[in-house]
């Protein structure tokens, strides 16, 4: 069964700086990987997806992710952080249709606070 | 922009009663999802819904658990008799197709509290 690890519960960077998210999956087959993000009252929305081609995935807000198949990580990035990035973020991973079918398996999130 | 709603956005209800959660999925989306997510814990899949019949399950929805599209719009969960497991923040998602990376827009959640 496919699992996602998110090691880190809570990052604090401040207001400028570069942000690294870590994600790591295991999946027997040819991953589908989602990052989304949660802000405090509101659902949770799309950042970015990978399911093939260019491992270098561009998303909504300046956000990139990295998939390494090598290291089974997708790693959420943005070079600058404004304070409105503050919220919590969720990687996924979603089963092919050999597999789970069409569900996403999270993980357990990582709280971003931003200092200013 | 279309989104997905969910009503009440908080619901705190006695242990053994029943509760219906609601959620009203963007309108031209084919396929509907609860998923949960226990205080401190990650988001799971509950069930997927097609064709007003239940698409997949998870070990999790057992004989409690129960979903609806009792219309054209709304999609419901049903909890028979709540128990205080059920404790938990309950989204709902929608996708316009079931493909593997078909996007699953959210809702906002319920959280349910059970006494």
């Known amino acids: 069964a496919q699992s996602v690890t998110q090691p880190d519960i809570h990052i604090t960077v401040s207001e400028g700086a570069s942000l690294e998210l870590r994600c790591n999956y295991s999946y027997g087959a040819t991953p589908y990987l989602f990052w989304y993000v949660q802000s405090p009252g509101q659902g949770l929305q799309l950042l970015l997806k990978?399911?093939?081609?260019?491992?270098l995935v561009q998303g909504i807000k300046g956000f990139e992710a990295e998939f390494k198949r090598s290291q089974s990580s997708f790693n959420l990035r943005k070079p600058s952080v404004h304070w409105s990035d503050a919220a919590e973020y969720f990687c996924?991973?979603?089963?092919?249709?050999?597999?789970?079918?069409?569900?996403?398996?999270f993980g357990t999130g990582t709280q971003l606070k931003v200092e200013l | 922009e279309p989104e997905v709603t969910q009503t009440p956005s908080h619901q705190v209800t006695q242990m053994g009663q029943e509760v219906i959660l609601r959620c009203v999925p963007i309108s031209n989306h084919l396929y509907f999802y609860w998923y949960r997510q226990i205080l401190g814990q990650k988001v799971e899949f509950l069930v997927s819904?097609?064709?007003?019949?239940?698409?997949?399950k998870s070990e999790i929805f057992d004989d409690q658990f129960s979903v609806e599209r009792p219309d054209g719009s709304n999609f419901t969960l049903k909890i028979r008799s709540t128990k205080l497991e059920d404790s938990a923040m309950y989204f709902c998602a929608s996708s316009l197709d079931r493909g593997r990376v078909e996007t699953q827009y959210f809702g906002p959640g319920t959280r349910l509290l059970v006494l």
């Open positions: 990978y399911f093939s081609g260019d491992t």
């Open positions: 819904f097609y064709n007003n019949e239940i698409s997949e």
């Open positions: 996924a991973v979603g089963a092919g249709l050999t597999g789970g079918g069409n569900k996403l398996t």
